[in-house]
């Protein structure tokens, strides 16, 4: 009988929180290790054929994240519109958990597209390691990752950037060099023109900017430490990008499957004072072939079913578009439970965007 775990933490959205750094293989089977132990001490588990009975947990990033956010109000719409019980299981980052999900230790995760493409292939910081058996299950709204300076900063346009203190390291989300150098890539800069402060993760990287160890921070609009740190600073101000073939065919250099993202301002949209385009990609729900194909149909039918709901709990989530979450997402295959609901509705194959 195998047991998906999950354990109260610190945060009542919060299933369970590790801050230590377990990037290495070694550090991957330490925190595995925590797993069953967690158990032991009172956690509550998932047993495959007990849905009714047990919560589905969600591994995501820290809380305060964008993608835990999303979990947050997945468990939460699921829960009250569908009768699913869902909990978070709170990691590092998702380079650590992507490996964990594809072991059927925690039945779902949340990440990019690009970073699931790398972890399936055994591409990049996954080489050696490839994540075979994770599947794709919905894709949910556009990442609209930002670059943010202080408002009345000297910092005007991505290319003043050069040489100012930017995060670099990010070692519990090592996706996150490549994302936030497709973000400054448009300015024709990357993280190597900047005085690297170095950062564990999304939450560190705010947080130093906050602190006034860095000149700028990378995050998703609309995400609740942007908010946290308008207010924190006195303002702050989303360099947006131009949009023309250069600065699309810059972003992709370092992520393939970025696209630009017309915004405009909005309660919702702290930092971003005027309409503009920002490099962005596709946030997936992804599950392993150990999670079962009735577990994986429900969730999906149920978020397809609830998408309303999920956009008055957490605004981006109003981004997700009912008729496009098959997608096709490179190297990766779709779980057989989703597909079975995809082609129940009309929307397979997946389509390519």
């Known amino acids: 009988m195998h047991v998906y775990n999950s354990i109260s933490g610190e945060d009542s959205r919060t299933a369970c929180r590790f801050d230590g750094n377990f990037t290495t293989e070694e550090g991957i089977m330490n925190l595995r290790a925590l797993l069953p132990i967690a158990a032991a001490l009172g956690a509550v588990g998932y047993v495959a054929g007990a849905l009714a009975q047990q919560p589905i947990a969600i591994a995501t990033p820290p809380s305060g994240s964008i993608y835990n956010s999303t979990a947050a109000a997945i468990g939460k719409v699921l829960g009250e519109k569908a009768g699913l019980r869902m909990t978070l299981q709170a990691l590092g980052g998702s380079s650590q958990y992507l490996p964990i999900v594809n072991a059927g230790e925690v039945p779902f995760g949340i990440a990019n597209v690009y970073e699931t493409s790398l972890a399936v292939t055994g591409e990049d910081y996954f080489k050696g390691r490839p994540t075979k058996e994770l599947r794709t299950v919905a894709v949910l709204y556009p990442l609209r990752n930002?670059?943010?300076?202080?408002?009345?900063?000297?910092?005007?346009?991505?290319?003043?950037?050069?040489?100012?203190?930017?995060?670099?390291?990010?070692?519990?989300?090592?996706?996150?060099?490549?994302?936030?150098?497709?973000?400054?890539?448009?300015?024709?800069i990357t993280l190597d023109d900047v005085e690297g402060v170095n950062v564990s993760n999304i939450i560190a990287n705010s947080n130093a900017f906050k602190e006034g160890r860095t000149?700028?921070?990378?995050?998703?609009?609309?995400?609740?430490?942007?908010?946290?740190a308008d207010a924190a600073v006195g303002g702050i101000r989303a360099l947006t990008v131009e949009n023309t073939p250069a600065s699309l065919a810059a972003a992709r250099k370092h992520v393939p499957v970025a696209y630009l993202y017309y915004d405009k301002p909005s309660t919702g949209n702290a930092g971003l004072l005027e309409p503009g385009y920002i490099v962005s990609y596709g946030v997936n729900l992804v599950a392993s072939t150990k999670t079962p194909d009735d577990v994986v149909y429900k969730v999906v039918k149920a978020i397809h079913d609830n998408a309303a709901a999920l956009g008055e709990v957490f605004p981006p989530l109003r981004m997700l578009d009912t008729k496009t979450m098959a997608q096709e997402v490179p190297g990766v295959e779709y779980h057989s439970g989703a597909a079975k609901y995809y082609k129940e509705i009309g929307q397979w194959p997946p389509k390519k965007l």
């Open 146 to 188: 930002t670059i943010f300076v202080k408002k009345d900063s000297k910092y005007k346009k991505l290319a003043d950037l050069k040489g100012a203190r930017g995060p670099v390291g990010f070692t519990n989300q090592k996706i996150l060099t490549a994302v936030t150098n497709a973000a400054l890539a448009p300015g024709g």
């Open 215 to 228: 000149d700028f921070f990378v995050f998703a609009l609309g995400s609740a430490p942007v908010r946290e």
